[in-house]
């Protein structure tokens, strides 16, 4: 199967303000001062040859049973793409973040945020959240999830 770029994928969010969207401006403020910032707003070129080559030989690389790194040649070069490189060019900084987080923090955190929904469910929904939160959930499933399509 061919590689096939998704028009909808890679989006970038525009974090601007206008006074006729006020009740946005806090989400706006927390997407810009964000570890996540550069991530929102990246657009880089995408090379459709060079990345139908490196998928066409990419090779997990294995440590002790787990993928450390992505490795293939793309045009005659040998790429290695590695979570340090990514958090590095995304401008991250989270090598040190924390992994997993409980089930009660996470609780704690929506019903702070006004969750109206069904926290007994591991699903979580935008359309329980406010206007504003729904707009953070865009940002985040559009500009850096790999999700493209569904309405919730």
Known sequence: MA???KPSHNQIA???KDEHWEKYHDIIDTMKNSRY???FIID???HVDALRQFWANAKASMVNGEVVALKSKVNGKV???T???LSQALE???NNAPTSISTGVVHA????YEYQGNLSHATIYKKYFDPQYKLLFHYLLMCLSPKTAGWD
Do not use: F, H
Request: hydrophobic share 50%.
């Open 79 to 81: 790429l290695a793409i």
């Open 92 to 94: 991250l900084n989270d």
């Open 3 to 5: 590689l096939q770029l």
């Open 83 to 85: 979570p340090e490189v």
């Open 44 to 46: 880089p070129p995408i």
């Open 37 to 39: 910032q550069t991530a």
């Open 109 to 112: 955190t929506l019903t702070a």
């Open 14 to 16: 525009y974090l601007t």
